[in-house]
């Protein structure tokens, strides 16, 4: 059963880095295609970053780009998120999902990290 995991979250000041990590568990993670999207209090989930199974395509929101870097080592089973330049907005709980295709990324669902940044 695959089981996804994340990692990294915390507290960074405003402009602060932080990388997230999404492991995967019971899965042969060079199979998924997979996504970050957070969801802040009081605001609808957003879709931040997605990846395909190769690496080979990536998308960002507009918001993320130039900041945000999405990238996966499939021989360790992992999806990173690294985040540069962090605003305030940022501060949100960061799911990692996972699927077969981007039709389905939602199939697999991290438990979250809260990342929480300082103005």
């Known amino acids: 059963q695959v089981h996804l995991v994340e990692s990294g979250g915390g507290l960074v000041q405003a402009g602060g880095s932080l990388r997230l990590s999404c492991a995967c568990s019971?899965?042969?993670?060079?199979?998924?295609?997979a996504q970050w999207v957070r969801q802040a209090p009081g605001k609808e989930r957003e879709f931040v970053a997605r990846?395909?199974?190769?690496?080979?395509?990536?998308v960002y929101v507009d918001s993320a780009k130039g900041r945000f870097i999405i990238s996966r080592d499939n021989a360790k089973n992992m999806v990173y998120l690294q985040m540069n330049s962090l605003k305030f907005e940022d501060t949100a709980v960061y799911y990692c999902?996972?699927?077969?295709?981007?039709?389905?990324?939602?199939?697999?669902w991290g438990q979250g990290t809260q990342v929480t940044v300082s103005a």
């Open positions: 999902t996972a699927g077969p295709n981007y039709a389905r990324l939602n199939e697999y």
């Open positions: 990846i395909t199974s190769s690496g080979g395509s990536i």
């Open positions: 019971g899965c042969t993670f060079s199979r998924y295609a």
